[in-house]
């Protein structure tokens, strides 16, 4: 085994732009543990100053914890880190902790973390299939709630696929709205989803 897949990392992560439609893959920072920690230090060497949560300089870190997917006792949250707009006048860093299975089949993928950066033209959404990843189109699924929006991505990519969604809600930039996984897990502590509308991002990674 390679230095870079142990203590319970893959080693890579992916970079997905929106503006330009280019996707890499990146080396982990392994001196961060967890998802929290690694989305904080992204936050601070990339993301400027004083920027708020709708601002195209924003981004939006996907990432489970080193033993997310090994099984171990209390190891499957994602952590989710951006730029939150539920505080005034200025928005504040914060990271919402979501359940459900994109935490392990982001592992399975092959990835310790995603992150989202631009902005769309259009409403799209993230799929991510093992090395196959894809900015698909959403206009279709664009305005549906979050369980159709979801049965919908699910008929387009795999039944088993662990698709992340936002609803209208977060479509329309409202500060409270959330991120559902798994049609039932949610990530509201710092309700992220206006970024991800803001980005044009129907939220999905379907994996």
């Known amino acids: 085994m390679s230095e870079a897949k142990k203590y319970g990392w893959t080693g ?20 961060w543990i967890g998802g929290t920690a690694l989305g904080y230090k992204i936050f601070w060497d990339e993301v400027p100053p004083k920027t708020q949560a709708f601002d195209e300089a924003n981004k939006i870190v996907i ?5 997310t997917g090994t099984g171990a006792v209390c190891s499957g949250r994602t952590s989710v880190t951006t730029m939150y707009p539920t505080t005034y006048p200025i928005h504040e860093i914060g990271s919402a902790h979501l359940g459900g299975d994109l935490g392990a089949k982001m592992k399975y993928a092959g990835y310790d973390f995603i992150v989202i950066e631009g902005k769309a033209k259009e409403p799209v ?19 549906e709630g ?22 209208p809600a977060g479509e329309n930039l409202l500060p409270m709205s959330v991120i559902i996984n798994a ?7 710092t309700k992220k989803n206006g970024k991800n509308s803001s980005t044009a991002i129907k939220n999905s990674w379907a994996l």
Do not use: C, F, M
């Open 125 to 143: 959404y993230v799929y991510v299939n093992n090395d196959d990843v894809q900015i698909r189109k959403a206009n279709h699924i664009w305005g």
């Open 146 to 167: 979050t369980r159709r929006a979801a049965a919908l991505i699910n008929q387009e990519t795999s039944p088993t696929a662990s698709v992340t969604v936002i609803g």
């Open 183 to 189: 049609s039932r897990s949610i990530s509201q502590q």
């Open 12 to 31: 890579q992560g992916l970079r997905i732009n929106l503006t330009t439609g280019e996707i890499t893959k990146v080396p982990t920072q392994k001196d």
């Open 63 to 67: 990432a489970p914890g080193p033993l």
